[in-house]
């Protein structure tokens, strides 16, 4: 089965600083991997995604991540932080079984201090 | 090119009650997918249909079903609402089988009194 786990369901940065939020997922086969966000009262917008190739995948807004195979992890940076980036974040891990059944980690809400 | 469009936005309902919610992916999209979104189970996923047919079901109840048209519109049902059934119910279309982009529409906000 797969999982995803999202450390931190708070993170509060300033503005200019480093965003970093965690995420770590399991999965038995090669996962496809997602970052979501959610802005009040809308969907979700994707910011980014891995499915094969370059481990380090560049996203909207200045957004990036990092597949890490030997630490199943995905985690998602920003080297500056904007105003305009606080939001819920999620997430979410796929693979060729499930299809378009994705996985959503519990979410990270992100607050940029002015 | 229009994104995923749900109706209605907003609604309340007493328990007991059923609803329902629809779905207009994008053009050309043939997947559609539901979740419900809790603050706290999170998001969950429902089911997918895809041409029409189910192609994965989450694990909820069967008072919780949906269905496909040939214009690829989706509507979710849900039927002996509950007070936990309170929620955002997403969709999300995608141009592929499997592993491609979701693309979420704003989701309906259902209140279940």
């Known amino acids: 089965a797969q999982s995803v786990t999202q450390l931190g369901s708070h993170v509060s940065v300033s503005e200019g600083a480093l965003v970093l939020l965690r995420c770590n997922y399991s999965?038995?086969?090669?996962?496809?991997l997602f970052w979501y966000v959610q802005y009040p009262n809308q969907g979700l917008q994707l910011l980014l995604k891995y499915t094969t190739g370059a481990t380090l995948v560049k996203g909207i807004n200045g957004f990036e991540a990092e597949f890490k195979k030997s630490e199943t992890s995905f985690h998602l940076t920003k080297p500056s932080a904007h105003m305009s980036d606080a939001a819920e974040y999620f997430c979410a891990v796929s693979d060729k079984r499930t299809g378009n059944q994705f996985y959503f980690g519990t979410g990270t809400s992100l607050t940029v201090i002015p | 090119k229009a994104g995923v469009t749900q109706t209605p936005r907003y609604l309340i309902k007493t328990r007991g009650q059923q609803v329902t919610l629809s779905c207009s992916p994008i053009s050309g999209h043939r997947s559609v997918s539901w979740y419900q979104q809790t603050p706290g189970q999170g998001l969950q996923f429902l089911f997918e249909?895809?041409?029409?047919?189910?192609?994965n079901k989450g694990n909820f109840p069967g008072r919780f079903s949906g269905r496909q048209f040939s214009n690829s519109r989706s509507e979710m049902n849900v039927s002996t609402l509950e007070l936990g059934d309170s929620a955002l119910y997403l969709c999300?279309?995608?141009?592929?089988?499997?592993?491609?982009?979701?693309?979420f529409g704003e989701g309906s906000r259902l209140t279940v009194l």
């Open positions: 999965s038995s086969v090669p996962p496809y």
């Open positions: 249909y895809f041409s029409e047919t189910q192609r």
């Open positions: 999300a279309s995608s141009s592929s089988r499997g592993t491609g982009e979701l693309f």
